[in-house]
């Protein structure tokens, strides 16, 4: 690379790369404003508050391995500070990075679609119970009792994820009880295997 480039009083012209692909040029321009530069992989800040994480699957995860995707068009992104507290939390609950961004995929979409009636979230609700009693029978209130305690891990974390699963699709989404439940699952046979 060349590194010959000045400007006119013999600087290096500052680079301003968002390699933040979820930030807006606003809060990009914000971040820079707070002494932030968005192309580094983590402010001090952040880097103080969270450091290396045990995902549920013994992997690492830190709060700036979670890449969410842009906001569809017509959609504001979520604000700074939600997102740098959505990624704590994800962080926290030892959630993988590559489901943190799935997560974010389908918090899109069910942002996309809006707020439910209640007669919509009832059918949403529906068509799961009858989805997971089909897959699972008798162990289907097991599977989503282990999702309800994951999405709990995150709640505490992100409090204002609980709306997002109560007024829109998102808590009725099939993936997102699996995942969980999934999720749930892998963390008590860590905690198990740890008790041996």
């Excluded at 993988?96 to 707020?115: D, L, Q």
């Amino acid at each position: 690379m060349d590194n010959s480039a000045t400007e006119g009083n013999g600087t290096a012209p500052e680079m301003q790369i968002n390699l933040h692909n979820d930030l807006t040029e606003e809060q990009a321009a914000k971040m820079r404003e707070w002494g932030y530069d968005p192309s580094e992989s983590a402010s001090p800040d952040e880097a103080a508050i969270q450091g290396p994480q045990q995902d549920v699957f013994g992997g690492q995860v830190k709060m700036t391995d979670y890449q969410f995707d842009p906001a569809p068009h017509g959609l504001e992104p979520m604000p700074l500070e939600q997102q740098v507290e959505v990624r704590q939390a994800l962080a926290a609950a030892g959630v993988p990075a590559e489901i943190g961004r799935e997560f974010g995929k389908r918090w899109n979409t069910a942002m996309s679609a809006g707020p439910q009636t209640d007669e919509q979230l009832a059918l949403g609700m529906a068509k799961a119970r009858a989805h997971f009693e089909a897959k699972y029978g008798a162990q289907a209130a097991e599977v989503v009792k282990l999702a309800q305690a994951e999405a709990q891990r995150v709640i505490k974390g992100a409090p204002w994820v609980q709306i997002a699963l109560s007024e829109t699709q998102l808590g009725n989404d099939l993936w997102v009880i699996e995942t969980l439940a999934n999720l749930g699952r892998a963390r008590q046979t860590t905690a198990s295997a740890q008790k041996k």
